[in-house]
C-alpha cells in the first residue's frame, strides 16, 4: 500500500499547491487597487480553481490515511 500512500501525498501537495496559487493570485489583484467589479470578477474566476484545489487536496489526505491503515 505504499503506491496509495505517495500517490495521496503528491495529489495533497498538488491540491496545497493550487491553494496557495488561488490565494496569490487574488493577493496580488488585491494590491492592484483594481475597481471593486474587476476584483469581483477575480475572485469569482478563483473559486471554482479554488474548491478544485481543496477537493483534490481532501482526496490526497483520504488517500494517504487509506494507505497508512490498509499497510
Known amino acids: 500500500m505504499d503506491w496509495l500512500v505517495w500517490g495521496g501525498a503528491v495529489l495533497s501537495f498538488a491540491g496545497l499547491a493550487?491553494?496557495?496559487w488561488c490565494i496569490m493570485s487574488v493577493w496580488r489583484a488585491r494590491g492592484q487597487n483594481l475597481p471593486d467589479e474587476e476584483l469581483?470578477?477575480?475572485v469569482a474566476k478563483m473559486v471554482p480553481l479554488n474548491m478544485g484545489a481543496l477537493f483534490l487536496s481532501v482526496i490526497g489526505l483520504m488517500m494517504v490515511i487509506l494507505g497508512v491503515f490498509f499497510g
Open 40 to 42: 469581483r470578477a477575480v
Open 18 to 20: 493550487g491553494l496557495v
